[in-house]
């Protein structure tokens, strides 16, 4: 009878749940991993279905402005900044005679800006013009469209005491500070 | 040490095998399989005495039970096992029953030994009992230690004798049926004198109360006395040794009964169980006594006629037998239900009708552990096949569980999901990617480029805000934009900061200017210029909404300095207006906080 219970304890219980329970728990791992992974792969393709929505929503939303990206990311690229907003600033000041307006100081500096310190440290712009009114609200008309990115600190305007310009006459001072990316 | 190893294995491989053919489902459901030879459906009864095998067939039990004439067998042909196996089959075939017991009744050989001292107190019995049937030779004297199978001892305790016989039978067909027993056929030996002298002790029950008896059975190899008088005194077995009667009979029987002191009056029942008359014993009695000059005149003999027996025979098995079917008293050892199950310890004739109607049962098969080890318990094959249902059901479930995976692999690869191509999935989420950033950095840029403070709007307001004519001459423009603490620490880190646009006119003005300037201190007038320069400008920076507010503040002097189109008697007032808009931090216009730039070479 020992024999007997030896024998079905190695041949009926161990052997069979060696046989049964290795290959089972081996597939109930692989059933578990597949699921895991067929469960990620649907979330991962519900997702790229909604992906697919919202690009083609942000396609249709950006369409128009697309192709100004590069316009703006030159624009606030710190690349040749200076030589840009000098070469931009001399273009509007050409489309006036000199006895309109007379730019007297063009100058870069680095340092915080008296904006707040939001807006952090970084290059700005001292200009000083002799010039009429109408004529330095033209001109920073036009070099303010073209670089929206500069942010007027200070602005002073006092009447000229003496000029060779004719007519009545300015002295006015701006400070900006230069919005860049980086 | 391997070798051992794998020895064992194939023992333990071996003993499975062997299990698994005694568990399987019929035997385990069947109420038979694990029951004794007398308990099976069917009862095929064999006497052999050496020289002739009588066969009988028993079916059913109780009411049911009935007797019909048994396949014809040779004495030669029980060594055969293709006999005996081609028999059963066709009496398993005839009956259509699930069982089929094989009672061997034997009567060729039967020896008795000499009982150990420390055995010979029948109280011992139990033990006695076991150990015979391991080593007989703990039981009885001279016996060497080698056990042959085909020999047999079994234990008889004798109460009121205050002894105990072994008896010995030579079983010569062991191997035989042995191979019955691959048919699942169960295969019991009885030993026919013992089952002989159980009944006619039942018979003399009352008889041998009110006067000593002597039983005596006569076969044609051997001869028993049994004396008994209020019990069983004594079993004594005489063997013929190739005689017709045993070679001292007289001596033997005699003897026996002066010790136990029925000469002077006893009944000598001389019973016939063989093919001899029992006549011979007589006269070989009657030849004794003349010679040894020996008194028998307190002897009476008796020989039981066998009608009679029969008769009071079908009495007990009420009236159901018929002698010239079932032949052998012997076989009436079928009846259990004649006797109890408890082994009575009483010290009586009625406790040795019981306690020998039960030994009678006694079969002389092989029961040493050895061979108990060959059967498997019923417990066994039940968890062997409750194992076996587990093993199914475990592997159904593994197939199960194999079969919901593949169908599980296959479903989810019908869907889209798993056949989305990596590569596609990828580039659309780069293209997601940098559409989201676009927007992001459009988002960001948008909000910190709003138009916050340009010179040309700040200019175009002082426009606006001053009267139009020569009432008011302005002489300087101060225009500052500040960030706003609001608290004492300054804005928290990270979020937007609001700020104050600070416009500061000197100039003069005359009578109507000084008014119209003082106007401007009103919150509403101020309020409409600002609103109006937004209008006119198209720049949200000036609008009056929200938590924005908008203050002038005027201060006035007499003009006392002369100068450029600043005549006293025109323009008799000096002035300072300072005007603030504060924008405070949860504008939608409030600054947002900056990427630090980095450092540039020129720095």
Redesign the interface.
């Known amino acids: 009878?020992?024999?007997?219970?030896?024998?079905?304890v190695?041949?009926?219980?161990l052997l069979?749940a060696l046989l049964?329970g290795v290959?089972?728990c081996i597939?109930?791992l692989?059933?578990t991993n597949?699921?895991n992974f067929?469960a990620t792969?649907?979330e991962?393709?519900?997702q790229?279905e909604m992906?697919?929505k919202?690009?083609a929503a942000?396609?249709r939303?950006?369409q128009p402005?697309?192709a100004e990206?590069p316009l703006?990311k030159a624009l606030?690229s710190?690349n040749d900044i200076e030589a840009r907003l000098d070469h931009s600033i001399t273009a509007s000041l050409d489309k006036f005679s000199s006895d309109q307006i007379e730019r007297t100081l063009h100058e870069?500096q680095?340092g915080t800006t008296?904006?707040?310190?939001?807006?952090?440290?970084?290059?700005r712009l001292s200009l000083k013009f002799s010039s009429r009114?109408e004529t330095?609200?033209?001109a920073?008309?036009e070099w303010?469209t073209r670089f929206?990115?500069?942010?007027?600190?200070?602005?002073?305007?006092?009447?000229g005491a003496e000029s060779k310009l004719s007519g009545p006459y300015l002295e006015s001072a701006?400070s900006y500070f230069i919005?860049?990316?980086? | 040490m391997s070798q051992q190893a794998s020895s064992k294995f194939s023992?333990?491989?071996a003993?499975?095998r062997?299990?698994r053919r005694q568990a399987k489902l019929a035997r385990v459901l069947s109420p038979y399989a694990f029951a004794g030879a007398l308990d099976q459906p069917v009862r095929w009864h064999l006497f052999c005495d050496g020289n002739r095998v009588v066969s009988v067939v028993c079916s059913g039990i109780g009411k049911t039970r009935s007797w019909s004439a048994g396949p014809s067998l040779a004495a030669a042909e029980l060594g055969q096992p293709e006999v005996l196996q081609a028999r059963a089959k066709e009496l398993l075939q005839q009956r259509k029953h699930a069982g089929l017991g094989v009672v061997l009744h034997l009567a060729d050989h039967l020896d008795q030994g000499i009982v150990q001292e420390e055995f010979e107190n029948p109280e011992f019995f139990e033990h006695a009992s076991a150990l015979i049937r391991e080593t007989p030779e703990r039981v009885v004297t001279d016996l060497s230690g080698h056990s042959d199978p085909n020999i047999q001892w079994r234990y008889y305790p004798i109460f009121c004798g205050q002894r105990a016989v072994a008896l010995r039978h030579q079983v010569e067909f062991l191997k035989a049926f042995e191979a019955l027993t691959d048919f699942d056929v169960k295969v019991a030996i009885h030993s026919a004198p013992v089952e002989m002298f159980a009944l006619y002790l039942k018979l003399c029950q009352q008889p041998s109360e009110e006067k000593p008896h002597c039983l005596v059975f006569f076969y044609d190899r051997f001869t028993v006395v049994a004396p008994v008088h209020h019990g069983v005194l004594d079993f004594r077995v005489l063997p013929h040794r190739q005689q017709e009667v045993p070679a001292a009979f007289g001596d033997d029987l005699f003897s026996l009964l002066e010790k136990l002191g029925f000469i002077d009056s006893c009944v000598l029942l001389l019973v016939p169980c063989g093919t001899q008359e029992p006549t011979l014993l007589f006269h070989e009695l009657d030849a004794y006594t003349r010679r040894k000059q020996k008194n028998a005149d307190g002897i009476e003999i008796q020989i039981p006629d066998s009608e009679t027996v029969w008769g009071v025979l079908k009495e007990y098995a009420q009236g159901e037998l018929q002698p010239a079917i079932v032949q052998r008293p012997e076989f009436l050892s079928e009846y259990r239900e004649w006797t109890g199950k408890e082994f009575p310890l009483t010290l009586s004739i009625a406790g040795d009708v019981e306690r020998f109607s039960i030994l009678s049962h006694q079969t002389f098969w092989p029961d040493d552990q050895g061979s108990?080890?060959k059967r498997?318990?019923k417990s066994?094959a039940i968890?062997?096949m409750g194992?076996?249902v587990?093993?199914i059901c475990?592997?159904l479930?593994?197939l199960g569980?194999?079969a919901?995976?593949a169908f599980?692999?296959a479903t989810?690869y019908r869907?889209?999901?798993?056949r989305?191509s990596l590569q596609v999935?990828s580039s659309?989420?780069a293209?997601?990617d940098r559409?989201?950033g676009?927007?992001q950095?459009?988002s960001k840029?948008d909000k910190?480029?709003a138009?916050?403070?340009?010179?040309?709007s700040?200019?175009?307001f002082v426009l606006g805000l001053l009267p139009e004519g020569n009432t008011v001459i302005c002489?300087?423009?101060?225009?500052?934009?500040?960030?706003v603490e609001s608290k004492p620490t300054?804005?928290q880190s990270g979020s937007?900061?609001g700020?104050s646009r600070q416009w500061v006119i000197d100039g003069f003005c005359n009578d109507q200017g000084r008014v119209d300037l003082e106007h401007l201190q009103e919150s509403s007038t101020l309020a409409k210029v600002f609103g109006s320069t937004a209008a006119r400008l198209g720049d949200p920076s000036f609008a009056v909404s929200g938590n924005r507010s908008v203050k002038a503040v005027l201060r006035e002097e007499t003009n006392s300095q002369p100068g450029?189109?600043s005549k006293p008697d025109t323009l008799p007032y000096q002035f300072r207006l300072v005007v603030t808009q504060m924008i405070p931090a949860n504008d939608p216009l409030a600054?947002?906080?900056?990427?630090?730039?980095?450092?540039?070479a020129?720095?």
Request: charged content about 20%; proline content about 6%.
């Open positions: 009878m020992k024999k007997y219970l030896s024998a079905i190695v041949f009926d219980v069979p049964l290959p089972g597939l109930l692989a059933f597949f699921q067929a792969k649907v991962e393709f519900s790229h992906r697919l919202q690009v942000l396609q939303e950006l402005v697309e990206m703006l606030l710190n870069f680095y008296a904006i707040g310190a939001n807006l952090g440290e970084g290059r009114w330095l609200n033209a920073a008309l303010e929206p990115n500069l942010a007027l600190e200070t602005l002073s305007i006092r009447r701006l919005i860049t990316e980086n | 023992d333990l491989r003993a499975q062997a299990a108990r080890d498997l318990p066994l968890l062997m194992l076996r587990g093993q475990g592997l479930l593994l569980l194999g919901w995976f599980f692999v989810a869907g889209e999901a798993l989305a999935v659309e989420r293209e997601f559409l989201t676009t927007k950095f459009l840029w910190i480029l138009p916050r403070s340009q010179a040309w700040i200019m175009d002489e300087k423009l101060e225009y500052a934009i500040k960030q300054g804005p937007p900061g700020f450029y189109g600054l947002p906080v900056l990427p630090k730039p980095k450092k540039t020129m720095q």
